[in-house]
């Protein structure tokens, strides 16, 4: 499985607003594109459907723009990738069958360990949050802002 570039981009945005989150203002799309060298149009689809899901909120007007729902520790990259590109697995494969009945040599087999792996990934990424990833920007260990009091 590999992260989709609408993923990439939603997690890319959501990291900026939360290192900038001790901040008083929203932040404009125009603002977060500047910071993420991510193209705004594109960026705007993708706040949407962050909002949509409610992991951001946003604020109408001159001054206004995005800010996260809730902390960064709060929210996981699981949660983001799958508010962007729907539930995370690693393909269409369909059920397996039941009772030994495979259509095809080798199929159920497969599906069953396709669906293991799917499984383990997600469970990896939601060990992820926000805070994490702002602690590793920052060159810190993950979590180390959290055990300080930040």
Known sequence: ??????????????????????SDRPTSVTELSRRTGLPQPYLEQILLTLKGAGIVTSRRGATGGYVLSRDPSQITLAQIISAVDGPL????????????????EGQCVLRDVWAQVGSHMREHLRTYTLADMVDRARGMAPGASQAAGH
Do not use: I, W
């Open 1 to 22: 499985m590999k992260v989709s570039t609408r993923g990439d981009y939603a997690s890319r945005a959501l990291l900026s607003l939360a290192l900038h989150q001790g």
């Open 89 to 104: 697995t690693l393909g269409d494969f369909g059920a397996p069958h039941e009772n030994g009945a495979c259509e095809h």
